[in-house]
């Protein structure tokens, strides 16, 4: 049989908790074989409850799961065959490393033998070959986070769900495993949701990011789409860093801002309509001579420097914006070149 498209799908999933309007509406979403899918957004957006519904803990009142291809409805989690990680490392505190790791292929009736082969094996791979007959008390929090992927990777399943598998992590550890999840992710070939709040680990692990807000899933695309084109305010405003202003269309190439009017390239609405105004920090340029379109002059309040690249907070008539440049020499005006604007709807409703 080949391979199916996703091997994950929902299709119009719809769960809400008993005796609420809370949870997921209308998801449809897939992932495909191999693939690093993150989920983002504020929390209690519904990210955990997507997992719960793909794992089979809840059931969806609409809508179908589909997983290897076959509608999951009725198959309890364990038979789902994914592995789950989660925030908080869930190990059994009075079984070692390795008995945590084997204990899926226990309940799946392997003998000890295989097993404690197995479990060495793929504590071997995540870097802990020598600490396999260590209680979980005897372990890093990092160290503990690895014997869980481990423990999720060790029965082959045909999928991985991580629900904020580095929250708990202090921030440089947090790092490093982004990369250790990346890498066995890859090896073991293994569609993989991975979901976080935050959204540098989203934008540098995943192969596509899916952002919800109120249990909706607003926009799914590759990180750099994801930041190049956000399809409203909000996802703009929640994955990196951003300048957003409300704007009025005065014209088929101009916006009003709360700064002055922008020059911008042909962009087809409505003269009066409001829009979200969007420019990235980078997209701000250093000023150039007056005269020049879009040239502000204004004041540094805040410069600070960040190595390659300073960030800096610029005042044009009590507004600030925010720009980043690698040019490290006296700012008195901003240049924002039309390429560098984009209009956006100004409160989420767009699906994609
Ligand atoms: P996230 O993981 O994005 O932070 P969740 O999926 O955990 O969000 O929760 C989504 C919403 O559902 C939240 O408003 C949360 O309070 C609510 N919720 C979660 N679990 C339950 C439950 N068992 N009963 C009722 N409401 C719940
Ligand atoms: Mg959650």
Not at 5 to 11: G, P, V
Not at 205 to 227: E, H, S, W
Not at 278 to 287: F, M, T
Not at 308 to 319: A, L
């Amino acid at each position: 049989m080949s391979e199916p498209e996703y091997t994950i799908a929902l299709e119009g999933v719809t769960f809400t908790y008993p005796g609420t309007d809370i949870g997921v509406h209308d998801v449809t979403l897939g992932i495909r074989p191999g693939e690093l899918l993150a989920v983002i957004g504020p929390s209690g957006c519904g990210k955990s409850t997507l997992l719960k519904i793909i794992a089979g803990f809840v059931q969806p009142s609409h809508g179908r799961v589909i997983i290897g291809g076959k509608d999951a409805a009725g198959i309890p989690p364990r038979q789902r065959n994914i592995g789950i990680v989660f925030q908080t490392y869930t190990l059994f505190p009075h079984m070692t490393a390795w008995e945590n790791v084997a204990y899926p292929l226990k309940l799946r009736g392997q003998d000890q033998a295989s097993r404690r082969a197995k479990a060495v094996d793929i504590l071997g791979r995540v870097g802990l070959g020598t600490q396999t007959d260590n209680l979980p008390a005897q372990l890093s929090g990092g160290q503990q986070q690895r014997v869980a992927l481990a423990r999720a990777l060790v029965f082959d399943p045909q999928a991985l769900l991580l629900d904020e598998p580095l929250s708990a992590l202090d921030a440089a550890l947090r790092v490093e495993m982004r990369d250790e999840i990346r890498r066995l992710q890859r090896m073991h070939h293994i569609a993989t949701m991975h979901i976080t709040h935050d959204q540098e680990e989203a934008l540098s692990m995943a192969d596509r990011v899916a952002v919800m807000q109120n249990g909706r899933l607003v926009q799914v695309d590759k990180p750099r789409d994801i930041y190049a084109r956000p399809v409203n305010r909000e996802v703009a405003d929640f994955i990196g860093q951003a300048n957003l202003w409300t704007g009025h269309i005065t014209g088929p190439t101009n916006v009003g801002t709360p700064f002055g009017t922008l020059t911008t390239l042909p962009h087809g609405r409505n003269t009066g309509d409001k829009v979200a105004v969007l420019v990235r920090p980078e997209g701000l340029l250093l000023g150039r001579g007056p005269g020049d379109i879009n040239s502000f002059t204004g004041a540094v309040t805040r410069d600070r420097f960040l190595g390659s690249f300073r960030r800096f907070d610029f005042e044009i008539g009590g507004v600030t914006l925010l720009g980043e440049t690698g040019d490290m020499g006296e700012i008195t005006a901003i240049h924002i070149p039309p390429t560098s604007i984009q209009l956006l709807p100004e409160t989420g409703s767009a699906q994609s």
